[in-house]
DNA sequence: ACTGGCACTCAGCAGAGGGGAGTGCCAGCA
DNA sequence: TGCTGGCACTCCCCTCTGCTGAGTGCCAGT
């Protein structure tokens, strides 16, 4: 039924459309790609792919664009990677590898993924719930005034200044901070939480109101939750050239751009490193958004993916060449998070 | 010359402009606000403001719109500003007092400010260097590993994890962070970097290379002008209220967020507490920009700014109400952060 | 199975015309 | 002197019209 001439026009119609976007008829389609065939026979083509739903007419006598099913299968069939130039993957590399703590990897690789893919980046901070701790740290500020600072194996940091009364003398704090990095370091955070739970019953009595406040503070930290919706976007800019109508297409988008939660939900669940989702117009589950694409992948320095990062655009984007940039983007991140 | 009459119009051309965004003719004028003239009489008036340049006709038979000269006259002279309800107030301070961080409290800020004003809003972080250290902790994490924090005045907290061969020994990594302390608490950063500097020759000579590593790293941060930089941003989504031409007017404040450098510059040089910057259309330094004004002002615990907040919004927007939410953001801003 | 030819459709543009909002000016009136 | 009503004029904007040209579908021919 889909031969492999009407794979290749829908591949140059998408190509055409892409680029121009402007609706591409079957004559333009013959000059500029060389089909071996006469635009009659296009036309024929093309009838067919509008009846199986890939592509659709504006209007009775303009030329074809992709359907949301169309780029679907474009992108599922018809397109390969297409890798990064050498100094491309120089450029990603260097760059990031000036950051100097993980609040800067985070900025930096926003920014290179805004304007390698020329689209609006989203990164999500290091997943706190699925990292393990590195270290804990409990010290006095002043006395009953103390600082606790968390720090995870993506090099995140949590800190906290908290009171208590009565204060806590040094030996005791030592001696706290040394059960605490003993029950915690290497382990989950949702795992630390629930080692450390009842630490105050092995302290002195008078000391365990003070105890359990900082305890419970830290258990705290650990199952954050506001810390895992925390997002970095770039590249806003882009926006600029998504398209003529700014109602259909900028509005919602910046909207959603608003909403943390939605981008969230965007993003996707992790997904596993190799991975890529890409949502295509109405497979994104916002109707407004059904003139956009997301495309998406996880990353961290394991296995396993900590967060995920991406880009949204317009339906009508390069998919090969944003695919290849995502992914390029993610696994660089993940090596500098393994390093440091 | 401007009589009272005269500037009447002038805010009523104003109110009525900003609300309707259309240019507003005599007759129109008269019949929503009671000045008791005629339409013919309002007409001289305007051709006197016209000639004084405080408004301008788009063509030659249509109403006027405000110049910016004319927004500057109201901004100056014609307006009192608005105070906001008390329930905006109890809403602003209830929801700022939620937050359990520095990070936390400068998302919210920009969050009211972007709802109160419906306009985009801007927060730059406390200043670094112009704020005070708090503490100073060096925590050895591993042998020969150790993690650098400093806390400052405004609740800011830094960390830098070093690498320092020779390893040292704990006594002396507590007698490095007495004596940092001592040398650094309560100085502003500049000066704590200055203070801390020689430090290193105080040591056993087998330590002072390893000292002084981590003293460099730490007047590093002390001095870090990359922080000054950092600013949030909010309530993007409001570009979509801003006017018609999307070319001239939303896409270079889109552009112009995407670059800090430019941000700063706009919300300007903190300023004293009291006092508020508005600058409108072509008074900002930025070409693009004339079609846009800035509201923004300095906000911080103590006397002085640490830093400005504000927002972005076309020229034609409510100035009095704007005005009253930017200072009411403000003032409860400085008040979070003095407490904590 | 492909091609050239042909009639048909229809968005987009340009030009014409009318309506209407708004202006400037002038003469008259308090 | 300052305000007002009246009037002629300007010119944006909307609508209508007709045209053009890109693009299509279909058919007969190879």
Chains 1, 2 share one sequence.
Do not use: C, W
């Not at 024929?44 to 679907?72: C, W």
């Not at 590898?97 to 926003?110: F, I, K, N, S, Y």
């Not at 720090?151 to 003398?169: K, M, N, Y």
């Amino acid at each position: 039924m889909l031969d492999d001439r009407k794979l290749d026009v829908l591949r140059a119609i998408i190509e055409d459309y892409v680029s121009t976007q402007e609706p591409v008829g079957s004559k333009a389609l013959v000059e500029r790609h060389r089909l071996g065939v006469s635009p009659a026979t296009v036309r024929n083509d093309m009838a067919v792919l509008e009846d199986e739903g890939f592509i659709a007419q504006p209007h009775t006598s303009a030329g074809r664009i992709p359907t949301d099913k169309g780029y679907r299968l474009f992108v599922d069939r018809l397109t390969s990677v297409k890798p990064l130039s050498a100094a491309e993957r120089r450029a990603i590399s260097t760059f990031l590898e000036g950051a100097v703590d993980l609040d800067d990897v985070v900025q930096r690789t926003v920014r290179m993924l805004a304007q390698l893919t020329r689209q609006v980046a989203i990164v999500q901070y290091p997943s706190l719930t699925r990292s393990t701790v590195r270290h804990v740290e409990v010290v006095t500020l002043a006395p009953g005034r103390l600082l606790l600072v968390l720090i995870t194996s993506t090099g995140r940091v949590e800190q906290r200044v908290i009171e208590v009364s009565p204060a806590l003398d040094d030996a005791v704090v030592a001696d706290l901070r040394a059960r605490l990095n003993a029950l915690a370091i290497g382990q989950r955070l949702a795992d630390a939480a629930v080692n450390v739970e009842s630490l105050a019953d092995a302290f002195d009595p008078a000391d365990q109101s003070s105890v359990s406040t900082i305890v419970a503070t830290l258990v705290g930290a650990f199952s954050d939750e506001r810390s895992d919706e925390r997002i970095l976007i770039g590249g806003t800019a882009n926006l600029a050239r998504f398209g003529e109508s700014f109602d259909t297409s900028i509005k919602p988008v910046l909207e959603a751009l608003e909403e943390h939660v939605v981008l969230l939900k965007l993003l996707g669940e992790a997904t596993s490193l190799s991975a890529m989702t890409v949502r295509i117009g109405h497979e994104l589950p916002f109707e407004e958004l059904s003139a956009s694409s997301v495309v998406a992948t996880g990353y961290g320095p394991g296995e396993e993916a900590l967060a995920n990062l991406g880009i949204v655009g317009p339906t009508r984007m390069d998919y090969p060449g944003t695919i290849a940039a995502v992914r390029a983007v993610a696994r660089y991140v993940s090596q500098i998070l393994g390093e440091s």
